[in-house]
Nanobody, 125 residues
Framework: QLQASGGGLVQPGGSLRLSCTASGITLAYYAVGWFRQAPGKEREGVSCMSSSTGTLEYVDSVKGRFTMSRDNAKNTVYLEMNSLKPEDTAVYYC????????????????????WGQGTQVTVSS
């Protein structure tokens, strides 16, 4: 299972760094994605990273503001979020892709598994 942490309340324009730690699986073997779900909305993909090459993909709404990274030694994936906006408010989750994604990834949540508890991010003044 994966566990997301690092969420909180932040003012617009602020920053947060989310962490995704794994137990029982080795994240380096998987493409990993970050996702979010706002109240009343479907879960959407935010970013993903392929397993072998570390190729990154971001949804248009976060490009230039969010950065995903991986520390294989710590079996942890991060999401650095800058210039946060109220519309970024959501519960954020991480998960692994059950498909083999060596060089590319796809942030569509439909092929992901090992969902754990998310972390709440609230952007408000």
């Amino acid at each position: 299972q994966l566990q997301a942490s690092g969420g909180g309340l932040v003012q617009p324009g602020g920053s947060l760094r989310l962490s995704c730690t794994a137990s029982g699986i080795t994240l380096a073997y998987y493409a990993v994605g970050w996702f979010r779900q706002a109240p009343g909305k479907e879960r959407e993909g935010v970013s993903c990273m392929s397993s072998s090459t570390g190729t990154l993909e971001y949804v248009d709404s976060v490009k230039g503001r969010f950065t995903m990274s991986r520390d294989n030694a710590k079996n942890t994936v991060y999401l650095e979020m800058n210039s946060l906006k109220p519309e970024d408010t959501a519960v954020y989750y991480c998960a692994t892709d059950r498909l083999l994604r060596l060089e590319v990834c796809d942030p569509d949540p439909g092929t992901y598994e090992h969902w754990g508890q998310g972390t709440q991010v609230t952007v408000s003044s």
